[in-house]
C-alpha cells in the first residue's frame, strides 16, 4: 500500500471538500467568546439597557454553541466516512470499522493493568479482525478519575484525572495460562501502584536475562515460571522493537487466561479532524496508518499466530 499515492489520487481530493466543513466549524467554535466579549461591553457601555442587551446576547451565545455542535457533528460523521475509513481499508480490506463505538469497559478492566478506578470511560473508533489465527480489537480509549477537593473558601472542586489515554487493544493469545503476567514501563508512580495492589495476591516482580529488556520495562507475576513462558527471547526482542518504533509513546501489556491486553498512551486523540488548522495534511494521514499498523505489528512481531500444542 503506498500511502503518497492513495493521498494524492483519493484523500487529498475529499480533505479538500471537507474543508468548507471545518471552516464553519472554525467560525462557530470562535464566534460565542466574541460574542460573550461583545455582550460584557456593551452591558458597560449602555448599562441602563443591560436588561434587554445581556438577555439577547446570552440567546445568541446558546444558539451559535448549538449550531456549533451540529455542525462539528457532521464534519466529523463525514471525516471518518471518507478518510478515516478509507485508510483502515487501504491497510487492510479485512478490517471493520465502527467510528462511534469503543471497546468495551469489561475488557479494560480483566487486563487489570491499570490500579485505579474510573468514573468516565469513553472513546471511538473501533477496529476489529483477524489477522491469521489471531482475533483482535482496538480502539481509542480514556478513561478519567474524578476527584473533589475542597477550596479554602470552602466550595469544592471537581477536577478529572486521566487513568488511559491513548489505544487499547486485546487479541487472541496463542498459549493458555493459569495466572496474569504484566509487562509496564521501567520504574515510576505507576509500577508502584501496580505493585501495591497486586502485592497481597503474590504477585512480584519477575527478574530477566534480557538487559535490553529491563532497560525499558518491568515485569509482574504471580508465577515465575509462567512468566518465562510467557516472556520468551523472541517475545522480548519484539517488545523492544515495537518500543523502539514509537519511542515516546508507553506500552503496557497483560497476559492472562487465553488473551493478550495492551495500552498504548498517546497524548492526541488520532482518528479526529483538524479544525484550527487545514485538514489537507498527510502528516495527520500517516499518524492514522502508524496507529492502525500497530495492531499487526505487535501480532506479527510477538508471533501470536503461531499455534504450540497448548493452544489451537
Known amino acids: 500500500m503506498n500511502i503518497s499515492l492513495l493521498y494524492q489520487q483519493k484523500l487529498k481530493p475529499r480533505?479538500?471538500?471537507?474543508?468548507?466543513?471545518?471552516?464553519t466549524v472554525m467560525a462557530l467554535t470562535v464566534l460565542p467568546p466574541v460574542l460573550a466579549m461583545i455582550s460584557l461591553v456593551v452591558s458597560v457601555r449602555f448599562i441602563e439597557h443591560v436588561f434587554i442587551v445581556l438577555p439577547v446576547c446570552i440567546v445568541a451565545v446558546v444558539l451559535v454553541g448549538y449550531y456549533q455542535r451540529m455542525h462539528k457533528?457532521?464534519?466529523?460523521?463525514?471525516?471518518?466516512?471518507?478518510?478515516?475509513?478509507?485508510?483502515?481499508?487501504?491497510?487492510?480490506?479485512?478490517?471493520?470499522?465502527?467510528?462511534?463505538?469503543h471497546i468495551d469497559s469489561h475488557y479494560f478492566a480483566a487486563s487489570g493493568l491499570f490500579p485505579q478506578t474510573w468514573d468516565t470511560f469513553i472513546g471511538d473508533d473501533l477496529v476489529t479482525g483477524k489477522i491469521g489465527q489471531t482475533d483482535f480489537e482496538f480502539s481509542e480509549i480514556h478513561a478519567q478519575l474524578k476527584r473533589e477537593a475542597r477550596r479554602a473558601n470552602g466550595k469544592t472542586q471537581v477536577q478529572y484525572e486521566t487513568v488511559f489515554r491513548g489505544l487499547f487493544m486485546h487479541a487472541d493469545f496463542n498459549k493458555n495460562l493459569t495466572t496474569a503476567t504484566y509487562v509496564v514501563p521501567d520504574g515510576g508512580l505507576f509500577f508502584d501502584k501496580l505493585n501495591h495492589?497486586?502485592?497481597?495476591?503474590?504477585?512480584r516482580p519477575v527478574k530477566l536475562e534480557n538487559l535490553t529488556f529491563e532497560e525499558h520495562f518491568e515485569v509482574m507475576s504471580f508465577d515465575q515460571i509462567e512468566a518465562r513462558y510467557v516472556l520468551t527471547p523472541r517475545m522480548m526482542e519484539a517488545m523492544v522493537d515495537i518500543k523502539r518504533s514509537l519511542p515516546?509513546?508507553?506500552?503496557?501489556?497483560?497476559?492472562?487466561?487465553?488473551?493478550?491486553?495492551?495500552g498504548v498512551k498517546?497524548?492526541?486523540?488520532m482518528f479526529e479532524p483538524a479544525i484550527f488548522r487545514?485538514?489537507?495534511?498527510?502528516?495527520?494521514?500517516n499518524l492514522m496508518v502508524k496507529a492502525l499498523r500497530l495492531t499487526k505489528l505487535v501480532i506479527e512481531e510477538m508471533d501470536l499466530n503461531t499455534r504450540i500444542w497448548t493452544k489451537q
Do not use: W
Request: hydrophobic share 35%; net charge positive.
Open 15 to 23: 480533505l479538500l471538500a471537507l474543508e468548507t466543513q471545518r471552516k
Open 73 to 101: 457533528r457532521a464534519y466529523v460523521a463525514s471525516y471518518k466516512h471518507l478518510v478515516v475509513r478509507e485508510i483502515v481499508k487501504a491497510v487492510d480490506s479485512s478490517y471493520r470499522y465502527y467510528p462511534s463505538r
Open 197 to 203: 495492589r497486586k502485592a497481597s495476591a503474590q504477585c
Open 248 to 262: 515516546n509513546n508507553q506500552f503496557y501489556y497483560a497476559f492472562l487466561g487465553h488473551r493478550m491486553y495492551c
Open 266 to 269: 498517546f497524548n492526541q486523540e
Open 278 to 285: 487545514s485538514g489537507v495534511n498527510l502528516t495527520d494521514v
